[in-house]
């Protein structure tokens, strides 16, 4: 039991000392309770039982309570399992699982009670099991969602119960005892790039605007819908302009390719070329000096200026 990681890898010993897996218990919400016979707070029993009957009218597969007992606590607990089984069901009317008499601090201490301390400890980080009848609550999930004292009683935790009872199960793989992702469920809708707003099939735009309707794959939820979308905006903003430049070198290539002898673009190292710039440049020349303005000769000095 060393290797154990999570709730689903224990396996506790229930009354007749056999193994329990609490892989059984995937998808369900457990109750699990430190309990003695002879503590003040026996009188929990009655509590848990009706907690545990309510509950299971409404969610009759996916709620269990488990109380393990433990003699740790003032010696409130001296009885054998059998001794034990027989005094919770006629004195309480007990249908709920009691498992196998263990520790719950120390050495001796059951994993399961060691995990369950490490994954919620106590008031200012003590993990440390105070007295009998301390709560922990397992989610769907194999998570630990509280852990209340002794002094809590069991219809206080009705709500926190069924909170955990209203969430969607979590899918667990086959091969470990962690929660694996559900698969997104994925449709092909219509939407506008604009707005984000669906738009009916064959639609050229959306109902608000005459906006571009694209066709995409997309979650069923809303709000990723609009993830989406903006992602599809972003991403063709970018890809689009590529694409332009692309086609353009592929139509440039195939002119250059298929275009008549006569049409072609003349190499810079042809003499050909350099015939053109060295008569652009002698034009240029000409040009310039075509364009300088006329300057006046100077006015002849007489000899008396002289």
């Not at 571009?212 to 970018?238: F, G, I, K, W, Y």
């Not at 692309?246 to 440039?252: D, F, G, M, V």
């Amino acid at each position: 039991m060393a290797s154990a990681t999570g709730f689903y890898d224990f396996k506790p010993l229930d009354k007749r000392g056999q193994e329990v897996a609490l892989a059984d218990y995937k998808g369900k919400v457990v109750l699990i309770v430190n309990t003695a016979s002879k503590c003040g707070f026996t009188p929990q029993y009655a509590g848990l039982e009706t907690l545990y009957k309510s509950i299971k009218d409404k969610h009759p597969d996916d709620f269990v309570v488990l109380g393990f007992p433990c003699n740790q606590f003032g010696s409130q607990e001296p009885g054998t399992d059998d001794e034990i089984q027989n005094f919770c069901q006629v004195n309480y009317g007990v249908t709920f699982p009691i498992m196998h008499k263990i520790d719950v601090n120390g050495d001796k201490a059951d994993p399961l009670y060691e995990w369950l301390k490490a994954e919620k400890p106590g008031l200012m980080g003590l993990k440390r099991i105070k007295w009998n009848f301390e709560k922990f609550l397992v989610g769907r999930d194999g998570q630990v969602k509280g852990r209340w004292a002794s002094t809590t009683k069991p219809e206080a935790l009705e709500k926190p119960i069924l909170d955990e009872l209203d969430k969607k199960q979590t899918k667990h793989c086959a091969t470990s005892s962690t929660a694996c992702s559900p698969r997104p469920k994925i449709r092909v809708v219509h939407a506008c790039a604009a707005c984000g707003k669906s738009a009916p099939r064959g639609s050229p735009s959306c109902r608000a605007a005459a906006h571009p309707v694209t066709r995409m794959c997309t979650s069923s939820d809303e709000a990723q819908l609009a993830q989406s979308v903006a992602r599809n905006a972003n991403h063709e903003s970018v890809v689009e302009p590529r694409r332009q430049s692309a086609r353009s070198l592929y139509l440039y290539i195939v002119w250059a390719v298929l275009a008549p002898e006569s049409r072609r673009i003349p190499s810079l190292d042809t003499p050909a070329a350099r015939d053109g710039e060295e008569g652009a440049a002698h034009h240029q020349d000409v040009n310039v000096k075509e364009r300088a303005p006329l300057v006046p000769p100077p006015p002849k000095m007489s000899s008396a200026q002289r």
